[in-house]
Nanobody
Framework: QLVESGGGLVQAGGSLRLSCAAS????????MGWFRQAPGKEREFVAG????????YYGDSAKGRFTISRDGAKSTVYLQMNSLKPEDTAVYYC????????????????WGQGTQVTVSS
């Protein structure tokens, strides 16, 4: 029900824009966000945005470099990633959750299949 796109291979310092579109239903009343998971590591919160798009939250690794936005009418969420670093390499997952964006969890809600982001040094 959530389909991510926009991942790929980029050099350090470059940018990527991830997109996540809902299919089959809308999530206009859900918070939406992004988590990521690198090999051997736990799924990590990257960014979240409230249903109204008024409130945004970022994990420490994303602050100042990533920007989350959404098109509520289309239940689409975006993640603009700038100044990418090799440590940003991971599978990025989109999620929609019926809870506040500030309390998004890696173990609840709706999830996409993930999109690989690889940052080369």
């Amino acid at each position: 029900q959530l389909v991510e796109s926009g991942g790929g291979l980029v050099q350090a310092g470059g940018s990527l824009r991830l997109s996540c579109a809902a299919s089959g239903r809308t999530f206009s009343s859900h918070a939406m966000g992004w988590f990521r998971q690198a090999p051997g590591k736990e799924r990590e919160f990257v960014a979240g945005i409230g249903w109204s798009a008024f409130s945004t939250y970022y994990g420490d690794s994303a602050k100042g470099r990533f920007t989350i936005s959404r098109d509520g009418a289309k239940s689409t969420v975006y993640l603009q990633m700038n100044s990418l670093k090799p440590e940003d390499t991971a599978v990025y997952y989109c999620t929609a959750q019926d809870r506040a964006a500030a309390t998004m969890s890696p173990s609840v809600g709706y999830w996409g299949q993930g999109t690989q982001v690889t940052v080369s040094s």
